[in-house]
């Protein structure tokens, strides 16, 4: 599964670099290094995890996990290649880190808890950059000090705030929770002190940032980790794939879409003006699938997509409702007194996962995706790095 996920982040990525308003800033960030970044440039390990993290991340089309509400690969991955990349160290010493990296956000996610999502935090930013420094640590092999240090470093710069959702600072968020990440671990290899206990300790980061400190017993997690084939928000999957099968959506006069609570404070912008508020909002995704509007293709989350007069004017028919009894992957839709629902948690076979992974990745870059997924599979990273970072 973790190997679905660096396909899947490989592609993000490549196609992400080409999103708008991200060339200037990654131009910036120009200093020469030893690791490589999606836009082509060298720069030093926590720069290259930085880009290569808010890169991934600009078309919120990577993989997600329902169990803290936060996107695993975006944070982990960047910062687990920047750091293997400058090394020299085997691809599956990378994945190794990765997998261990990703483990360890999403069970930081589950100690922190729902409070801390609900409140306003990115879990993806808070929870990621602990996992991103997991993941760093292990590849350069701290000790437990220096790992004890650098978790408490870390927990002294993770952030991230939901607010910045629709807007570029979302996947900037991801970024900077990479490089938060291998900064950490560079410091702490290098003696820079911290408190004992970043996270559960008087003041810690749980303590600070409404963590429930909830008790979360060691199992594998990221078996249960969920690709998007919706190029929007994973709280509106669900709703889409519900939707997917009704034939006469263009005619119902009214819609009402039944989804868990948490999702109205983060997906259901009623009106999108732009492509990112479109990711969005229940409304707008719905209208897509009902004019035909495939919402796998990201070139379709366009301002002129959330603009359009017969979109804007079909989604006022669209209702959303909170319902304390569905789970987060669950959504229902009725029109009139035909109900359609489907659970983003029904177990999908790794064959038909590894398939729909390899379809969405030819589509968002091609031939391409073919060449990287052989790289991952002889386990060669510097023909991976050179595949996705050219």
């Known amino acids: 599964m973790m190997r679905l996920s660096l396909i899947d982040w490989a592609a993000c990525g490549i196609a992400g670099r080409a999103e708008g308003g991200f060339a200037d800033w990654?131009?910036?960030?120009?200093?020469?290094?030893?690791?490589?970044?999606?836009?082509?440039?060298?720069?030093?390990?926590?720069?290259?995890?930085?880009?290569?993290?808010?890169?991934?991340?600009?078309?919120?089309?990577?993989?997600?996990?329902?169990?803290?509400?936060?996107?695993?690969?975006?944070?982990?991955?960047?910062?687990?290649?920047?750091?293997?990349?400058?090394?020299?160290a085997p691809l599956p010493e990378m994945l190794d880190a990765a997998l261990l990296g990703a483990e360890a956000s999403v069970a930081v996610g589950l100690w922190l808890g729902r409070d801390h999502y609900q409140i306003g935090y990115h879990q993806t930013a808070t929870s990621g950059a602990f996992g991103?420094?997991?993941?760093?640590?292990?590849?350069?092999?701290?000790?437990?000090?220096?790992?004890?240090?650098?978790?408490?470093?870390?927990?002294?710069?993770?952030?991230?705030?939901?607010?910045?959702?629709?807007?570029?600072?979302?996947?900037?968020?991801?970024?900077?929770?990479?490089?938060?990440?291998?900064?950490?671990?560079?410091?702490?290899?290098?003696?820079?002190?911290?408190?004992?206990?970043?996270?559960?300790?008087?003041?810690?980061?749980?303590?600070?940032?409404?963590?429930?400190?909830?008790?979360?017993?060691?199992?594998?997690?990221?078996?249960?980790?969920?690709?998007?084939?919706?190029?929007?928000?994973?709280?509106?999957?669900?709703?889409?794939?519900?939707?997917?099968?009704?034939?006469?959506?263009?005619?119902?006069?009214?819609?009402?879409?039944?989804?868990?609570?948490?999702?109205?404070?983060?997906?259901?912008?009623?009106?999108?003006?732009?492509?990112?508020?479109?990711?969005?909002?229940?409304g707008h995704v719905a209208a897509m699938t009902a004019f035909g509007i495939p919402t796998a293709d990201i070139n379709e989350f366009t301002d002129h997509c959330a603009r359009r007069p017969d979109l804007a004017g079909w989604r006022q028919r669209v209702t959303v409702t909170a319902d304390p009894e569905f789970s987060e992957t669950q959504a229902c839709v009725i029109i009139g007194d035909q109900s359609y629902s489907a659970d983003l948690a029904i177990p999908e076979g790794i064959d038909k996962r590894a398939e729909r992974v390899t379809e969405k990745a030819r589509a968002l870059v091609g031939a391409r995706a073919d060449d990287v997924m052989q790289a991952i599979d002889d386990d060669d990273l510097p023909r991976f790095t050179q595949l996705v970072m050219s």
């Open 132 to 282: 991103a420094t997991v993941a760093s640590g292990r590849l350069l092999d701290l000790d437990p000090v220096q790992m004890c240090h650098a978790l408490g470093l870390c927990s002294t710069m993770a952030s991230g705030l939901k607010s910045q959702f629709g807007t570029m600072g979302k996947p900037l968020n991801a970024g900077l929770a990479a490089r938060t990440g291998v900064e950490a671990v560079l410091w702490a290899q290098s003696g820079m002190t911290s408190s004992e206990d970043g996270l559960e300790g008087t003041l810690g980061f749980g303590e600070t940032h409404h963590g429930a400190g909830a008790d979360v017993p060691f199992v594998w997690r990221m078996g249960d980790v969920s690709h998007k084939f919706h190029a929007c928000c994973h709280g509106l999957h669900a709703c889409l794939e519900a939707l997917a099968p009704i034939v006469d959506l263009r005619d119902a006069d009214a819609v009402e879409i039944r989804t868990h609570p948490r999702w109205l404070s983060v997906c259901n912008i009623a009106d999108p003006a732009t492509g990112l508020e479109a990711k969005f909002s229940f």
């Open 26 to 88: 990654c131009a910036t960030l120009t200093s020469l290094g030893p690791a490589s970044r999606f836009d082509g440039r060298r720069s030093t390990m926590a720069e290259a995890a930085l880009v290569n993290g808010t890169l991934s991340h600009a078309l919120d089309y990577d993989d997600t996990h329902f169990a803290h509400i936060g996107h695993p690969s975006v944070a982990v991955i960047p910062a687990a290649l920047a750091v293997a990349d400058a090394q020299g």
